[in-house]
């Protein structure tokens, strides 16, 4: 149309000035230009065609294209630069700018070439050129413009693209050659965006570039392409030697770029090889380059259509090859190895299956459903053997191709695929020998340890118990192993060596970094590190420490150390470096002495002493023999006593411990090496320690005589006392047989008389008097602790070195103190005295504390006594006077600030006060008006103290507010009736504290220790709840919020419930028929421990695993034995509470009462939670808690007398009414058959259950009848059993015929086991029934066909609780809380191991109580494929559940549930009476779980007539979710339901019944939408919305289809998918009738 009005126009005037002025007159509107590109495209054509009949002159023609090119057109594009809302008048339509650029280009390309020669065109490509790098400057200095349209010449951004696309083509190429090589480097600039991120221009402008100029630019000549190329590949060789971190945004930019090139850039197979491209080697084919940008967009895009781009560049380079059919190669930018991309007619079939597998491979790995991605899994081991040379074993593809598909499933979102991806991997690896080549090493090192990083991967597998280790750890390790040892010797130190520094480039979390440590302590020994690599292992260690998993991060430290004496090759190393790494390690968490590792460390350093670098200075007098150990501890020693020559006088710092710590760990290390070494030749050698310990032993023998040592060498040198005496003690027993120590003590003991008196001197003489001097007051005060200690060891005498030092020392405390007090200024030496003495105050009432034997006067009051109760409490010290502020600010910049100080003293006025109140405790009064004159202040004046007390807790820091804990333990108990206020306060401050405290671990669990000891002290428990006032609400309130608080921290419920407990059993044996007056008043704190337990996030479980997995480990783990388990797990809260109520007596009044209380609060609780939630799933928190319930009260059954009974059998026997899961079902059916067997007179009540109307007995019936099946325990005691059987006969005969298949089972369970208790007995009253019984019973043994009735018969009859369960033989601990919670399928949190009561060592076991262990054969037995399970159960659980076939399922409901087909022949009869025409499609939505989307199916079902819709359960109908989108679609539709266990059966059973299944799925091989025909009878069976279509239910497809997707995401909501396949279902079905009609 548009041509003939063009020939309309043209035809009315030969001068073409005359029409084109017209259109250029008026106001421009895109239909104008529009037009008036028609116009001159139909000039050009005459023009070019050489129409005489319409002949123009040429001149004419070329002066009207100019006037409209310079006069109208670029005019207008320069108009159209900002934002059109500018202009007057009413907004242009949307896309309006755009037709008049894309018609004033075209206008313009046609104006350039009928203006013949080439200087239009030029000129206009130079002014558009200066617009593009006048934008380009503008974005480097300024940033991206605003708007991208807008540039700062006349034209825009944009319009100068569009000017130079038109005038592009019509450049000459060697005239104006130089000018499109700048356009084309300008283009190119622009599209790469090059420059700073938030400088680059926009998306838009290099898209439109990149769209747009460079396709036009490739028609120009080769100069342009030229131009373009050498650019690309300069960029390329900028960034790769520097090989840093790829910028997606700039891999993006140039795919954009080749992808708009790509078929300039690759050889047209249309004309074989292409002289053009040959002649300019144009071949991107052959550039390491162009493939490397492939790569890098092929596994590190981010964007999913940068990774389409660089799919497509493969695919077409591929095609273009095949096509080409000849030879082509491009080596790596390095010279050597594989090539990058070759191809060979020769093998051309080979290659082509190898390209279109790996493409294949990446095009599925843009979708996350991990169930769609592992069928093609296979196919990469397919890759490895094309890319393996079988001949030589080398590479034929370059291995990077490889390791892109790793990095994409690496890198991917879904965790699932991760975690495949790296197994994968570390598989193929161990499987498969591959070809060296240091891609691969760069790949472990870089993305696969990235990977490894993430903690979530290491999550065990669900088929493996708590404890068996990670999966991926346990392959990490045999990978590791295999890959180490297959590498060349030269090589593998630098790899080793890059693995380890990996290892330190981030902040790993516990799990990765230990389960990395652990593979690489596996690698067999070699000599692979030198000093380098040992200083990155200790970086490693450094890196362990933030976690705050002890017991994971001392795994991960041991491992390192086995790792560092496998691999370090000790001649490149030295003693001084091997110590100084040791030192990095924890102690207290690894290496203790006593160990596994420690015994392993010193045979490594007895094997290699003589092999390590030689250490300078070394001095081999005093050593009988040669050994460069011995040589380097002595000097190590001689050095380190000498006196330092950095001392600056009196007033230096301490020195810090490292150096001690070193020496002395080295030092015990070669003492037992020495001993190792006397082992092993069965000689006795002088002892090394003597030695040794020389220098240290005399410099300490002079400590009391010589008072001029300098004093740097007595801090060292009592440092490294201390330090030995830790270091030496054995971990994990005792030192009674430890040699080494008691030579060492017998050293210490020896210098006792020397060390002390240097001590009293340096604490009384005024010689501390500066801030740095505290620090050494605090050695001073250790030491003394250490030599009583050792003294008390070997027995404490009167006249020993420390008893003639404690006195003086008390004393001239006490006269500092009080001579302080006096009135004297207030200068820092004062002051520092006065905490220096109170220090040592403290330290002397602690050590008397601990060890009475130290008292040195009688329990009479002495004058320490009378000092310290008559000191005023809380009492702080002034800061000194203004001319020393300048030195004490000086000496604080690097010790104890004032505050600190202060803070201190107050602690340890404390400690001296609690130590005095423990002591006379008796004197408290219960109020101060007892005693006028007391004797002893602050402990006849509690009500003052306690007032006291709660200011320091005030004024204290959290840190030091134990012993004011302590005290407040003896106070509060004696002023708790007259004082409930004041108490009551000092609960409310003290946990105020121990809140602030949760986050602060080390000393947050002292701390609370302390607090529970004072507030639930049994004294206080027994008072608040004898008065019954405001403090006993207080308690109980403190008791709910800790259980709160242990939600979110494990372990505080275990402190509080472990103390209430021991002080009740000890309360229990001190009073006559031991009472339990206190524990009857808070039964609920045990209540809440027998149902505690936490539902932990993944994360948590995790770390749970990691760390049983590292117990489990024994003292293979050396952490284990030296890190103390805290039982701070959840599992000890239970296990108390248990061992508790297993210790009370059931014949003392007083625990009867109590446990009775229990019992009845424990089935309230289950009411209450069966209430809280009707509907609740497996292994959920109500679940939990209703199995911990039904525990308890198994554990508590033995206790119950019939009276007690007689009051609570009829909550027992609702309990078994109500919908329960499976465990639950079992306890209660169990708890039953104990209680008919102790006490048959219940049995009528038990009949009674049985009459019950059939409604509330459809769900609960098969409880009872599982009771039955034990009848021949029930009735053990029983003389005579003729009328029980002849009741249960009466009452399991009727339900034998029920119409429900699962109850008829349990009957017949439950009938074959009387009946054989009747034939044992030889009941003749029942001989009449003998041949129907046996007739029955045959029928159902011997049923025919392999179907589902028989084999749950078969599962039913096999199941534990029938077939090997004995309720009395195993009843015990273990079988109630660990064998049948595994047996009945909880979750792994809720089994507790037998030999964790055992480790509890808290709560002893009764010397008479042998119920522990199972002696049947029940723990032997697996978890079966039968659960008991209500019918018409609405619990919900097996919906969801991925082990089907650990529920019981119903048998094939389609055939059986007649009114499901009665219900569809109604919707049939219903929807033909409305004249509505239902087709023969089924939808199956059997595998949605959301209501959403199963409401939307059944509208559009309905809307569209299919004949049915199937689903997982028909309960969703009644959510309202599904109702709001159905829009009562329900009434109208057929509904059937079908689970997801079932869901083989049935379609298999469709397909029997003609029905063609069809899968909406995208598979290697599904067939488009479009082109599929539909049969009449289709199946459609839709996938889940996460997982999709199951690999089971797969390979029941008939068909597979899909939709064909445009976009770039891969999926659709399966509503939509859905709607989308029913729609086109009912279309072909609607053309096939129309066609039939015609």
């Not at 399991?1292 to 008829?1304: G, T």
Request: glycine share 6%; proline share 4%.
């Amino acid at each position: 149309m548009e041509w003939v009005l063009a020939e309309a126009l043209l035809s009315q005037s030969q001068d073409p000035r005359v029409l084109l002025g017209a259109l250029c007159r008026r106001e421009a509107s895109a239909e104008r230009v529009e037009t008036l590109r028609f116009l001159l495209q139909r000039l050009e054509d005459e023009a070019r065609g050489g129409d005489d009949t319409r002949a123009r002159p040429a001149a004419l023609l070329q002066e009207a294209a100019r006037e409209v090119a310079t006069g109208y057109l670029v005019p207008l594009l320069r108009c159209l630069r900002g934002c059109p809302a500018e202009s007057p008048g009413p907004d242009p339509p949307p896309g309006h700018r755009h037709r008049v650029l894309r018609a004033a280009g075209g206008a313009l390309r046609s104006c350039a070439r009928l203006a013949g020669g080439s200087q239009l065109a030029a000129a206009l490509a130079e002014e558009a050129l200066r617009v593009l790098l006048a934008r380009r400057l503008e974005s480097c200095h300024e940033g991206a413009l605003r708007d991208p349209s807008v540039g700062p010449g006349g034209l825009g951004a944009e319009a100068a693209v569009e000017v130079l696309v038109a005038v592009g083509p019509c450049l000459r190429p060697h005239e104006d050659g130089a000018l499109l090589e700048r356009v084309a480097q300008a283009t190119l600039a622009l599209a790469l965006g090059e420059g700073e991120e938030e400088a680059a221009p926009s998306e838009e402008t290099a898209a439109l570039v990149a769209g747009r100029l460079l396709p036009e630019l490739g028609q120009c000549g080769d100069a342009a392409l030229r131009a373009v190329w050498e650019e690309l590949r300069a960029l390329a060789a900028r960034e790769w030697p520097s090989r840093g971190e790829v910028r997606p945004r700039l891999v993006g930019r140039k795919l954009l770029v080749l992808g708009a090139l790509a078929e300039k850039l690759l050889p047209d197979p249309g004309v074989g090889r292409n002289p053009r491209v040959l002649e300019v080697g144009l071949d991107a084919r052959r550039c390491w380059h162009f493939w490397r940008t492939v790569q890098e967009g092929l596994a590190q895009a981010e964007e999913a259509l940068t990774r389409k781009r660089a799919r497509y560049l493969l695919q077409r380079a591929v095609e273009v090859s095949v096509e080409l059919g000849a030879d082509c190669t491009c080596h790596p930018q390095e010279g050597n190895g594989p090539s990058l991309f070759w191809w060979s007619e020769k093998k051309k079939d080979e290659l082509l299956k190898f390209w279109e597998n790996y493409i294949l491979i990446m095009e599925t790995l843009e979708g996350n459903q991990i169930h769609v991605i592992k069928p093609v899994l296979p196919k990469l081991n397919s890759l490895f053997e094309y890319a393996v040379s079988e001949e030589n074993g080398c590479w034929l593809f370059h291995p990077s191709w490889h390791m892109c598909i790793y990095k994409r499933m690496f890198e991917s979102e879904n965790k699932i695929l991760t975690k495949e991806g790296v197994i994968h991997f570390l598989e193929l690896c161990v499987s498969k020998i591959l070809p060296f080549s240091p891609e691969f090493s760069e790949f472990i090192v870089g993305p696969l340890m990235d990977a490894l990083s993430e903690s979530s991967l290491y999550s065990r597998s669900p088929s493996q118990l708590i404890g068996s280790g990670s999966p991926l750890g346990l392959k990490l390790q045999k990978f590791l192993v295999t890959y180490t040892s297959l590498l060349p010797e030269e090589i593998k130190s630098s790899f080793l060596l890059k693995f380890i520094q990996k290892m330190t480039s981030r902040h790993w979390c516990s799990v990765p970094i230990l389960f990395l440590s652990k593979a690489l302590a596996n690698i067999p020994r070699c000599k692979a590190l030198g000093v380098e690599g040992l200083l990155a292992l200790r970086d490693v260690l450094q890196c362990t420490m933030v976690t705050h998993q002890i017991l994971l991060r001392g795994a991960a430290q041991c491992y390192l150390l086995q790792a560092a004496m496998n691999l370090v090759d000790v001649e490149k190393v030295s003693l001084s470096d091997v110590s100084t790494f040791l030192m990095s390690l924890r102690q207290e968490e690894s290496l203790g002495r006593g160990t596994s590792l420690w015994t392993e460390l010193c045979d490594w350093l007895r094997v290699n002493e003589s092999c390590f670098r030689p250490s300078p200075n070394c001095n081999l007098v005093g050593l009988h023999e040669t050994s460069s150990l011995n040589v380097y501890v002595k000097n190590l020693v001689q050095e380190y006593v000498k006196s330092p020559a950095w001392e600056t006088g009196e007033n230096c710092f301490m020195p810090d411990w490292f150096e001690a710590k070193l020496v002395a760990l080295m030092v015990v290390l070669a003492v037992d090496v020495e001993e190792m070494k006397n082992q092993y030749s069965g000689k006795r050698r002088i002892h090394v320690l003597r030695i040794f310990l020389e220098p240290l032993l005399d410099a300490l023998m002079k400590f009391g005589t010589n008072a001029y040592i300098p004093l740097l060498k007595t801090d060292r040198c009592l440092q490294l006392l201390m330090k030995l005496l830790h270091t030496c003690l054995l971990k994990g027993s005792g030192t009674q047989n430890d040699e080494v120590f008691t030579l060492l003590q017998n050293f210490v003991m020896s210098t006792t008389e020397s060390v002390s008196e240097f001590i009293l001197r340096r604490l009384t003489m005024n010689e501390l008097s500066s801030v740095s001097d505290l620090d050494r007051c605090h050695l001073y005060l250790m030491i003394l602790t250490e030599l009583i200690n050792l003294h008390l060891k070997v027995g404490w005498k009167r006249g020993n070195p420390i008893w003639r030092v404690i006195s003086p020392l008390r004393n001239a405390s006490i006269r500092h103190l009080q001579d302080m007090g006096s009135g004297q200024e207030p200068t820092l030496g004062r002051q520092i005295q006065k905490v220096v003495s109170m220090a040592a105050l403290a330290m002397i009432c602690e050590a008397i504390d601990r060890k009475p034997e130290l008292q040195l006067d009688s329990q009479d009051v002495g004058p320490m006594e009378r000092f310290l109760s008559s000191f005023q409490l809380n009492q702080t010290l002034q800061k000194p006077h203004i001319e020393e502020q300048s030195r004490f600010l000086k000496e604080s910049s690097s010790s104890q600030g004032w505050g600190k100080i202060v803070a201190q003293y107050v602690h340890d006025q404390w400690v001296c006060l609690s130590f005095l109140l423990k002591k006379y405790h008796t004197l408290i009064p219960a109020s101060e008006n007892e005693i006028p004159e007391p004797l002893l202040p602050a402990v006849q004046m509690p009500i003052r103290t306690l007032q006291s007390a709660l200011e320091a807790l005030s004024i204290l820091p959290s840190d030091q507010v134990l012993p004011v804990f302590q005290c407040l333990k003896i106070l509060v108990p004696k002023l708790l009736t007259s004082s409930e206020s004041l108490c009551i306060e000092s609960f409310d401050v003290a946990w105020k504290i121990i809140s602030s405290l949760s986050n602060t671990q080390l000393t947050f669990w002292s701390n609370l220790k302390a607090f529970v000891q004072f507030v639930f002290d049994n004294k206080v428990l027994t008072i608040a709840a004898k008065i019954k006032g405001q403090v006993y609400f207080k308690i109980k309130e403190i008791m709910y919020k800790i259980i709160e608080m242990s939600a979110i921290k494990a372990g505080v419920f275990n402190v509080l419930i472990t103390y209430c407990c021991q002080s009740w059993i000890v309360s229990t044996s001190n009073v006559p028929q031991g009472s339990l007056s206190s524990a009857k008043n808070y039964c609920e704190l045990v209540l809440e421990a027998c149902i505690f337990g936490n539902v932990f996030r993944r994360d948590q479980r995790l770390i749970q695993d990691v760390q049983t997995f590292i117990e489990n480990l024994g003292h293979e783990c050396a952490a284990n034995v030296v890190i103390e388990n805290t039982k701070r797990e959840d599992h000890y809260v239970r296990i108390c509470a248990v061992k508790f109520l297993c210790l009370l007596d059931g014949s003392n009044m007083s625990h009867k009462l109590f446990m009775e209380d229990l019992a009845i609060k424990l089935l309230d609780k289950d009411v209450l939670v069966s209430k809280s939630r009707t509907r609740y799933y497996v292994n959920s928190l109500q679940h939990r808690v209703k199995n911990r319930i039904w525990q308890t009260l198994l554990v508590l059954f033995p206790r119950f007398d019939q009276n007690f009974l007689s009051g609570i059998i009829n909550k027992i026997f609702q309990a078994g009414f109500i919908n329960n899961q499976a465990s639950i079902k079992y306890f209660i059916e169990w708890i039953i058959i104990l209680i008919l067997h102790k006490f048959p007179q219940f049995l009528p009540k038990f009949w009674d259950c049985f009459s019950y109307n059939e409604e509330k007995l459809k769900t609960s019936i098969c409880t009872f009848l599982s009771v039955l099946s034990h009848l021949d325990i029930i009735t053990q005691n029983i003389p005579e059993k003729k009328l029980i059987l002849k009741q249960a006969f009466i009452i399991i005969l009727q339900w034998c015929f029920n119409h429900n298949f699962s109850i008829r089972l349990y009957a017949l369970v439950a009938l074959k086991k009387v009946w054989s208790m009747c034939k044992t007995l030889h009941v003749e009253e029942f001989d009449a029934l003998t041949s129907v019984i046996e007739s029955s019973l045959n029928q159902v043994e011997n049923m025919h066909g392999a179907g589902n009735a028989k084999k749950n018969w078969q599962r039913i009859q096999e199941h534990f609780f029938f077939a090997t369960f004995h309720p009395l033989k195993d009843y015990c601990l273990e079988t109630i809380f660990y064998i049948l919670p595994r047996l009945s399928g909880l979750v792994e949190d809720e089994w507790i191991a037998i030999g964790k009561f055992t480790i509890f060592t808290e709560i002893p076991l009764d010397a008479e109580f042998q119920w522990y262990l199972s002696q049947t054969q029940l723990c032997e037995l697996k978890p079966g494929d039968w659960t008991q399970q209500d019918i018409g159960s609405n619990s919900g659980e097996v919906d969801n559940q991925s082990e089907w076939t650990d529920v019981q399922k119903k048998i094939i409901p389609w055939k059986n549930n007649v009114p499901d087909f009665e219900q569809e022949l109604v919707f049939h009869d219903r929807a033909a009476k409305l004249g509505k025409s239902i087709c023969r499609l089924i939808v199956v939505a059997s595998l949605i779980d959301k209501p959403t989307n199963l409401g939307g199916l059944c509208r559009t079902c309905e809307i569209f007539g299919a004949s049915v819709l199937v689903v997982g359960n028909l309960h969703y109908i009644s959510d309202k979710q599904f109702q709001h989108l159905s829009v009562s679609a329900e009434q109208w539709l057929p509904l059937v339901e079908v689970k997801p266990p079932q869901l083989i059966d049935y379609l298999q059973q469709k397909k029997t019944e003609g029905y063609t299944i069809i899968g909406v799925e995208q598979t290697a091989k599904s067939l488009d939408l479009t082109q599929y025909c539909f049969p009449e009878k289709s199946l459609l069976l839709l996938g889940n919305e996460r997982e999709g279509i199951p690999a089971n239910l797969i390979q029941q497809l008939d068909v597979c289809v899909e939709i064909p997707q445009q976009g770039i995401i891969r999926s659709l909501n399966v509503h939509v998918s859905g709607a989308l396949l029913i729609w086109e279902y009912t279309r072909q079905q609607l053309l096939k009738h129309q066609a039939i009609k015609c």
